[in-house]
């Protein structure tokens, strides 16, 4: 099975920038599409960002215009970059990817907290 994992969260000021990384246990390029999500506690995952195997992005209102997600092929990592941050983006962030063959998988989460 292929494995996703998050890393990069931490704490930071509103107004603040971080980047999240997600790591795949198989070439990036080998996902049909890699998405983050995130999750507050009493409340579904949302989607935040997502990109396709050929580059297609898509991003949720909320974070349009200030989020980014890109490929990093030589770290094998699809990237978030969160800029301009609010402390309503304070979650558990989670990478999702399907695979070509192996299918679907989550990484564990990484937490932001942003504090005002």
């Known amino acids: 099975q292929v494995q996703l994992m998050e890393s990069g969260g931490g704490l930071v000021q509103a107004g603040g920038s971080l980047r999240l990384s997600c790591a795949a246990s198989?070439?990036?390029?080998?996902?049909?599409?890699i998405q983050w999500y995130r999750q507050v506690p009493g409340k579904q995952r949302e989607l935040v960002a997502g990109r396709t195997r050929e580059g297609a992005t898509e991003y949720a209102n909320f974070v349009k215009g200030r989020f980014a997600i890109s490929a990093d092929n030589a770290k094998n990592t699809v990237d978030l970059q969160m800029n301009s941050l609010k402390p309503e983006d304070t979650a558990a962030y989670y990478c999702?990817?399907?695979?070509?063959?192996?299918?679907?998988?989550w990484g564990r989460g990484t937490q932001l907290t942003v504090s005002s």
């Open positions: 999702y990817g399907f695979h070509f063959v192996g299918g679907s998988s």
């Open positions: 198989e070439s990036i390029s080998s996902f049909i599409y």
